[in-house]
């Protein structure tokens, strides 16, 4: 069995620490991104960057003032800094305006970045399509964790972190970066195991607690951890239901049925939809497991 490895740091405050980066394409649906990725980074003494990107000048539909374009997405950004500036004072805030898509913006400074934030894809509330693929596309190509906020208000501190695991080398590490969340809310872990499908519960069992999550009671001694056995739902639907609430879910970028690094996992892929609360996508296993 593979052990359960601590992956390279990937939060700890100092001050020549990378900032976080938190994207910023509207004001108002965006508004849940910016506030939580404030509040994390105020709560490390991390420094934060606000990114917006105005469309390249090829791209703007014809007499649109591309001069217009940078100036509204600089004022936009330095508003929403200064916003958050005075919610939290002592928080080191820089922005970001990039000429071209966000999704590369992103993905270029995700390599020095200790997380990105991004908000949920948008879904048309008429006809239920989602408009655009920002979230999923960093979620599968990032090099740093991803957030991805719904776009409801911030959950209240107390309901705790949530990770689903299912025995794969990622789901390893989403364990251990849940565990390390937990540990630093102050909160309760929740572990999320699923035997059922879809298609309907499976036949009675009782499973044994894993190794690795024995192993991670004995590492964090003073951390609540619960373990759910979920025999009637599949996967996404016990995630939600237990994440519906919590501060943070944690889920791996590919589960143990993944055919190919190439994309997401189905779970991974329809959770990001629609996420129940904040979402961190760990998007690499330690070398030592083998991914």
Not at 9 to 16: D, E, G, L, M, V
Not at 55 to 70: K, N, R, W
Not at 122 to 144: H, I
Not at 270 to 291: F, I
């Amino acid at each position: 069995m593979t052990p359960l490895t601590r992956p390279s740091p990937t939060h700890t405050a100092s001050a020549s620490e990378e900032p976080m980066l938190a994207a910023v394409r509207d004001p108002a649906s965006d508004r849940a991104v910016v506030e939580w990725a404030a509040a994390r980074a105020a709560s490390l003494a991390t420094p934060l960057t606000l990114l917006h990107a105005v469309a390249d000048p090829a791209l703007l539909p014809p007499g649109t003032s591309f001069s217009d374009e940078v100036k509204g997405g600089r004022e936009l950004i330095v508003r929403e800094a200064s916003r958050v500036g005075q919610a939290y004072p002592g928080l080191r805030i820089s922005t970001y305006l990039h000429c071209g898509g966000i999704v590369e913006a992103l993905l270029g400074l995700a390599a020095t970045a200790p997380m990105l934030v991004v908000g949920a894809d948008r879904q048309d509330p008429s006809s239920g399509e989602f408009k655009g693929s920002v979230a999923l596309r960093v979620a599968l190509n990032s090099s740093a964790p991803v957030v991805v906020v719904p776009p409801t208000p911030p959950p209240a501190p107390g309901g705790g972190v949530v990770v689903g695991v299912d025995g794969s080398a990622m789901s390893r590490t989403a364990l251990l970066r849940a565990a390390e969340e937990a540990h630093a809310l102050a909160g309760r872990l929740t572990v999320v195991t699923t035997l059922g499908d879809a298609a309907g519960p499976t036949e009675p069992q009782e499973p044994q607690e894993p190794e690795m999550l024995r192993e991670l009671r004995a590492r964090f001694r003073a951390l609540t951890v619960q373990w759910v056995v979920d025999d009637v739902h599949g996967p996404v639907q016990a995630l939600s239901s237990r994440a519906s609430g919590a501060e943070l879910l944690v889920i791996g970028r590919h589960g143990s049925g993944a055919r190919s690094g190439m994309s997401l996992g189905s779970v991974t892929h329809r959770l990001l939809l629609e996420p129940p609360c904040p979402t961190l996508v760990v998007t690499r296993a330690p070398a030592s497991a083998g991914a």
